[in-house]
């Protein structure tokens, strides 16, 4: 996997390097973003009731720091954009992150989300904490598969999102098993990703972001979640509107 | 019984250890284009058994010689000093693994990555972390082999007294011992949480089936290893097993995978060394000694020299491995990760290896002369690269 990976990966950046003539900050990464999957449930709820609930669940890295990091992070960004994107439509984002929870806490807590909240998507962060905290990648396969298909029957979508770019923790979190574990349940599921990951490394490798830099400073990250927030936005519109186009994408990864 | 001498030095067991030790290190860079080359991409076991296995039957060869000339106690106290030189050497290797962290926490300081930050929590208390490493419960991702090793080593005297006098019982104990922890989930406690990566009470099967092949089990077995039925089992079993790990390289192909059959094989477990794992390293190395005989002409010739030479210093040029991979992801995070730089660190890290692997024989080879003609040079230099 590996290889094919690698030689994507060099065609990717190829491919990113044109873009990025033409376009500027996160549109780099843009064709990365892709409906792989349609989301009939968020379609209902647009044409239907007019509203729009969407749960983002995940952990740390789905929000930023200090007091004004709620308003910055992605799962606010992403409201912002699909509002923007969806004039009359009430849209609704909450995020439900909260740190080091591995995908079998969140999915323990999955009953209770739908019942309370009753989303038409779940956009679902994970695969960092699993890795973390050594919960084998077989188990957390499982894990992600039994509830890809209770959140499907409790009336909700799904949107995997991976972990993030993150070179230099490769040495003392090994995420690979874990990456290829959502990839995998993704297409056996027809479920979309949002590849943070390769979004991210892309960005890193065009200088698009520095995200390597020791800073306190929240300018780059903010603008990275601004980002991540409206390709959701662009990938959630997609994904309703227009026929997937799954079989040219397939032989991506 | 006495076992049956085995005559001789084999070089299969060097060659294969070196490569062992090569895809070791090239696994152990993560995000590196080259291991696709590696042997866990085209089925289920890795080089991990190799290298258990290998370990196993040296072991077995040399102190198993030193049992019958020089009795117990001396073999068991060889065999004790063996496993506190990797002991040293593991805590050397951890060392150099904690300046990296070091630096790591430093420049990792980025409101994005407060997540992964945690993953260097032990640095916060690094007495703690210390006395955990010392114990072999703390053990950083890529450092999990040298602590097995250790462990296999400490409970090898009784089951080589045990091998020498009964190697059929010494094998059915040690099948009996990976059966009970692979039920009970039996497992050494690692820190801060969860057990050991590769755990001893199971991965002793593939070290003790070593050490019984290494004390004649091969000569036992020649009936079966000349079994064309066998032998085309084990082809079999080999595309059975890359044509599974081809279905989760590409996807679209899995469903013709029975999901009942799904169900019984998967996870293919690591730590436990699964029975699926066991299997596929025994059926490649029924295949490998099948074509690459004792007295293949090919061992002696001057393209296989460098593999051959690192597998007979594995201790040392595993732990460089190690320290390269370490290095090899510095470079990669920090100055490049182009698919050329990859390339290049892999090649940079195996020829370093190759140099370091060629100094070791020359020093080895000085000392001998210095210290005047030794009657166990042969053995010494076995023990010497065993690992």
């Given amino acids: 996997m590996r290889a094919v990976a690698g030689i994507a990966l060099g065609i990717f950046t190829y491919v990113g390097a044109a873009f990025a003539v033409a376009g500027d900050g996160c549109d780099v990464a843009a064709h990365l973003v892709h409906a792989d999957a349609e989301l009939p449930r968020v379609a209902a709820a647009i044409s239907k009731s007019k509203s729009l609930t969407v749960v983002v669940i995940g952990t740390t890295s789905s929000t930023l720091p200090g007091a004004g990091g709620q308003a910055l992070a992605y799962p606010a960004r992403l409201e912002a954009a699909l509002q ?11 995020s439900m992150a909260k740190p080091r929870q591995t995908a079998a806490d969140m999915a323990e ?36 598969e039994a509830a890809v298909d209770r959140l499907h029957e409790g009336g909700a979508d799904v949107i995997f999102m991976n972990m993030q770019y993150s070179p230099r923790t490769d040495a003392v979190i090994s995420t690979a098993a874990y990456a290829d574990a959502i990839r995998w349940v993704a297409l056996e599921h027809a479920v979309n990703l949002f590849d943070r990951q390769a979004i991210m490394r892309q960005w890193s490798e065009l200088g698009t972001f520095d995200l390597l830099a020791a800073t306190k400073s929240l300018d780059t990250a903010a603008k990275v979640h601004d980002c991540f927030g409206r390709m959701l936005a662009e990938l959630i519109v997609e994904a309703t509107t227009v026929q997937p186009d799954r079989p040219k994408d397939i032989d991506k990864q | 019984m006495p076992p049956i001498e085995p005559a001789g030095r084999d070089l299969r067991l060097d060659l294969f250890r070196g490569l062992a030790l090569w895809l070791i290190f090239l696994d152990h860079i993560p995000a590196n284009i080259v291991n696709w080359v590696t042997i866990r991409n085209y089925g289920f076991s890795d080089a991990a058994e190799i290298f258990v296995f290998i370990s196993g039957y040296t072991a ?19 065999i004790l000093k063996r496993a506190w030189t990797v002991y040293i050497a593991h805590i050397f290797i951890f060392v150099i693994f904690m300046a990296e962290i070091a630096y790591l926490t430093r420049s990792l300081d980025n409101p994005l990555y407060n997540e992964e930050m945690g993953a260097l929590d032990f640095m916060k208390e690094p007495g703690d972390t210390l006395i955990q490493a010392l114990l072999l419960k703390f053990k950083p991702t890529f ?31 040690s099948v009996a011992l990976y059966t009970l922890s692979w039920n009970l989930s039996w497992n050494l406690p690692s820190y801060p949480s969860g057990t050991w990566y590769f755990n001893p ?13 290494g ?25 059975f097993s890359f044509l599974v790990v081809m279905t989760s390289y590409f996807p679209r192909y899995a469903v013709y995978i029975p999901k009942w059959f799904q169900d019984w094989m998967y996870p293919i477990d690591k730590t436990n060394m699964d029975v699926l794992r066991f299997a596929h390293f025994v ?10 005989p004792a007295d293949w002409p090919y061992l002696k010739s001057p393209v296989l020299r460098p593999m051959i030479l690192c597998g ?64 166990n040079a042969s053995n010494a230099d076995l023990a010497g690269g065993e690992a």
């Fill in chain 2, 283 to 292: 059926a490649l190395a029924l295949v490998t000694v099948r074509f690459i």
């Fill in chain 2, 143 to 173: 450092m999990d082999v040298l602590p097995l090793y250790i462990v296999l080593l400490i409970g090898f005297p009784p089951v080589l007294w045990l091998l020498q006098r009964a190697p059929t019982v010494a094998l059915a104990l």
């Fill in chain 2, 60 to 78: 077995a060869f040399v102190y198993g010689r030193t049992m019958q000339q020089r009795g117990v106690v001396v073999a068991s106290a060889r």
């Fill in chain 2, 215 to 239: 004390l004649g089990g091969v000569k036992r077995l020649r009936p079966f290893l000349q079994s064309r039925w066998l032998l085309g089992i084990a082809v079999a079993y080999l595309l």
């Fill in chain 2, 312 to 375: 007979q210093h594995s201790l040392e040029i595993f732990c460089l491995g190690i320290f390269l991979s370490f290095l090899g992801h510095f470079v990669t995070s920090e100055i490049s990760r182009s698919m050329g730089m990859q390339i290049v660190i892999s090649a940079l890290g195996i020829f370093v290896m190759i140099c370091v692997a060629w100094l070791l024989s020359w020093y080895k080879r000085i000392e001998g002369r210095g210290s005047g003609p030794q009657p």
């Fill in chain 2, 201 to 213: 009470l199971t991965w002793q099967l593939i070290f003790v089936f070593g050490a019984w092949c």
């Fill in chain 1, 109 to 144: 807590g999955f009953p209770r989300l739908l019942r309370d909240e009753k989303p038409a998507l779940v956009i679902w962060q994970t695969g960092t904490a699993d890795a973390m905290k050594g919960v084998g990648a077989e188990a957390f396969q499982g894990t992600l």
């Fill in chain 1, 84 to 94: 923007k994107k969806l004039p009359g439509v009430a849209v609704k984002v909450i």
